[in-house]
């Protein structure tokens, strides 16, 4: 590629081996008339993160074809769809950046619409999947997830999980700087934004294959989200901490009190024991939330590399 192009789709890629060729046939096409509508040029930047089938083979194949606007990035291992767009990142050349995903949930034909509004100046453009066709656990735990990241950090964002998200190089610029090792990209960005919009997108059932995220996986997602971006938890939880300590000293004294008055008494002892397991439930909940903090402390301070580039294929 000689000259930068002015737009680079950021593509990570993870055991999609059964969708890429339907993804290719859409993709080129919908980036071509783009290319050709709006008079720019474009590179895609394919991230194959680990996958263990044949997704990186298919991926070099493509690169053959189109290796004057096709980058392949390959890790060594997998090390997680936010990283694969990290290093997707590094990796661009272009002003205009628009990651996607690869299994033609969101569809490649809308990334026009992304350009306009970044051409249109606004640096950072969000997406709201109209008609959301995920299941139903993931619909409600995305709405409630939205709104608690709503109430703890001060990202506005309609829809964080669109992954189908347009930013220009200033950000990606400051997002590079940031050398978080576990992250939520759309977040990140976000924070930098001077003129973010949103747009509706259309979306789309998996074109083949499952989603590669497990339950425990989007925990860890939400966790980052929330814990990468705001202390608030903490904060939340020693308020909650003195609140139970003032309640349990009432109580104390009211024990004591009856103790004088009464004499001993061992009626309520159950209900000792249901306050103490509910105590210790807090204490144990509270333990936990240090400990994702510390985590993300002891990922930090290990400086291990985020992911580990195996090859590149890209045309000199
Ligand atoms: N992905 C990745 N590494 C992973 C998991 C996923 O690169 O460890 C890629 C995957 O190939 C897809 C995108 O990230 O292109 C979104 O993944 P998926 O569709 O499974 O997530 P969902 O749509 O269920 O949130
Ligand atoms: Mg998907």
Redesign the pocket.
Known sequence: MSSAPLLSVI????N?AEGLQALFDRLYPALDQVAQAQGIRYEIVFIN?GSKDRSAAMLANQFEKRSDVTRVVLFNS?F??HM?IMAGFEYANGEYIVTL???L?NPPEEIGLLVQQLSAGHDYVGTIRSNRKDTWFRRIASIAMNRLREKLTKITMTDQ?C?LRGYHRRIIDLVRQCDESNTFIPALAYTFANNPTEIQVKHEE?FAGE???TLYQLIRLNFDLVTGFSVMPLQLFSILGMLLALGSGTLFLLLLIRRFILGSEVEGVFTLFALTFFLIGVMLFGLGLLGEYIGRIYQQVRERPRYVVQAVLEKK
Do not use: F, H, L, W
Not at 11 to 14: A, H, L, M
């Open positions: 593509i990570p890629v993870y999609e993160d997998n997680g769809q694969a995903d690869a299994d949930q999980g992954m998996r989603s590669k995220y």
